[in-house]
């Protein structure tokens, strides 16, 4: 009889102590708080940033896609260090990164101009790398955890995200005018020490090393990579999180361009992280409960009504409820196919296959970043969010095909 990858994990991976369990996981989503608002301020400042450094406007937002080519870039040597290392060792390089991001920021406004734009680039780059890792936070949640509380783990690591969604942009707030010359100079080197706080927590981490048997083991990645399951986690979470950043890179710009105020857009942004992690609380017990694939529909769902909550007028509130929804649908969708992910894989095969799936999902997301950029400054952020709806369309009716054809015959 063929094995399922979810028995053979119970029978792999051996359970942490409920005390290793609650440890893991309240670091966990410390860190998670750190460094998503850490992650934040690129995006708060960063369209802003290279609108005025950048040498012609259509580069306005290429830190920003250069931030998610990042993640793209190190997701796979994320992957890789933590299979051979452990995962601990890639928190900690990761956190280093975010640091060097935070430094070079500052470097990068001192210097101005062209050559000032290309070294915020560079910074954008180091803090998407940064920024691969912490996602692999909510894996990492599941370790050493059993199967049917391994959504609510990694959900509840997510929920760290809440504290983000206040602390990140008003770390922007409180910081962007102590030092008025250069622009945002005291926000980069809060966003370092920032990384550095959360190397500390994360420290203190207990996840087992990795054996021969991680190292080596498990069933080739192809046959993984066909299951029904496995394409469709990819697909949802690839569409959540690509539409998630090509509305919210563009809606700062948009609102700065319409004459909103930056505190105006940062408020946005808060709403909107909040409303990606604050539903974490209870995700993780409605995908026990309803399933994975209903809850990853409800996210596409909303994210639809999102662009089109966004096409009834540019008031900040038309903005603000935007990327509210946008972060509610974010979090079902993500969260849905993120729990997805763990039905495909045995303990042996966990660090390859999730690096796998997070380098194919920001591998996307990357595209849908720097299209957004010249969607909004040639044609306008109406047609940004008519250009959302053809994807998300698609990748519906894929999931609802896919949830037919899996439903028992009575």
Avoid at 18 to 26: G, L, Y
Avoid at 87 to 94: E, K, M, N, P, V
Avoid at 176 to 184: A, D, G, S
Wanted: with cysteine.
């Amino acid at each position: 009889m063929m094995q399922t990858a979810s028995s053979a994990t119970d029978e792999a991976a051996p359970l942490a102590s409920a005390r290793v369990q609650r440890s893991n996981t309240w670091r966990l989503a410390i860190a998670q708080a750190l460094a998503g608002a850490n992650s934040i301020v690129p995006y708060a400042v960063g369209g802003i940033v290279g609108y005025t450094l950048a040498p012609a406007p259509i580069l306005a937002t290429l830190p920003l896609t250069l931030f998610v080519i990042g993640m793209t870039l190190c997701t796979l040597p994320a992957g890789a260090i933590a299979g051979r290392y452990g995962r601990r060792a890639a928190f900690l390089t990761g956190s280093g990164a975010g640091v060097l991001a935070g430094l070079v920021a500052v470097v990068a406004v001192m210097a101005g101009g062209v050559t000032g734009f290309w070294l915020y680039c560079l910074s954008t780059l180091l803090g998407g790398a940064y920024a691969a890792v912490v996602l692999s936070f909510r894996f990492a949640a599941a370790d050493g955890v059993a199967p049917a509380r391994k959504a609510q783990a990694l959900s509840l690591v997510m929920a760290g995200g809440v504290a983000a969604g206040v602390v990140g942009p008003q770390l922007v707030n409180w910081t962007m005018h102590l030092v008025p010359e250069p622009m945002y100079i005291a926000t980069f080197y809060a966003q370092a020490g920032v990384a550095a706080l959360c190397a500390i927590i994360l420290l203190g981490v207990q996840l087992p090393r990795p054996d021969d048997r991680v190292r080596h083991g498990g069933r080739p990645l192809w046959i993984i990579l066909k299951q029904p399951k496995f394409i469709a986690a990819i697909a949802c979470g690839a569409i959540s999180y690509t539409l998630m950043n090509f509305l919210m890179t563009a809606a700062p710009l948009a609102m700065h361009m319409h004459g909103h105020s930056t505190e105006s857009s940062n408020l946005g942004l808060q709403w909107h992280v909040i409303a990606m992690f604050a539903p974490s609380f209870f995700t993780g017990k409605v995908i026990a409960r309803f399933g994975a694939e209903r809850v990853m529909l409800v996210g596409l769902v909303l994210i639809g009504i999102s662009a089109a909550v966004g096409l009834g007028g540019m008031n900040v509130s038309h903005f603000w409820w935007t990327l509210i929804l946008l972060g509610l649908g974010w979090n079902f969708g993500f969260l849905g196919a993120s729990a997805l992910v763990l039905q495909c894989h045995t303990d042996a095969e966990k660090t390859r296959v999730q690096s796998v799936n997070d380098f194919i999902v920001f591998s996307l997301m990357a595209l849908g970043s720097f299209a957004s950029g010249g969607i909004l400054s040639t044609y306008g952020w109406d047609t940004v969010l008519w250009t959302s709806f053809p994807p998300l369309a698609i990748t519906l009716i894929a999931l609802v095909t896919l949830m037919q054809r899996e439903r028992p015959v009575n």
